[in-house]
């Protein structure tokens, strides 16, 4: 082989190292871009998904709030109207045990 043939394959030899060298630098970049990418969408859905739980969280105890009112409302309905059925029946019980004790 001539030196001139042996000057161009060496040279084409390196060409084609550079070009390797260059495209793995470009494969290294566009994976750590995809990762930077990737970590930040997940960060992102993560906080949005935190702020979800948190907004559900409080109309969740908004609405436990409301229903132990309505329930206690509705115990303290109960209560109130067992109280006075049963006043009423101890006020018939003491007019039957004053009418039994004046017949007697």
Request: aromatic residues 0%; hydrophobic residues 45%.
């Amino acid at each position: 082989m001539s030196l001139k043939m042996i000057s161009v394959i060496s040279k084409a030899e390196e060409e084609a190292l550079q070009a390797i060298l260059i495209t793995d630098q470009k494969a290294r970049e566009a994976v750590d871009e995809a990762r930077t990418a990737g970590e930040e969408t997940v960060s992102a859905t993560l906080a949005r998904a935190e702020s979800e739980i948190a907004h559900m969280m409080r109309v969740s105890d908004h609405k436990a709030t409301e229903e132990a009112k309505e329930l206690a409302s509705a115990t303290a309905n109960r209560l109130a109207t067992m109280r006075a059925r049963a006043e009423r029946r101890l006020d018939a019980a003491a007019r039957q045990i004053v009418e039994r004790i004046v017949s007697a």
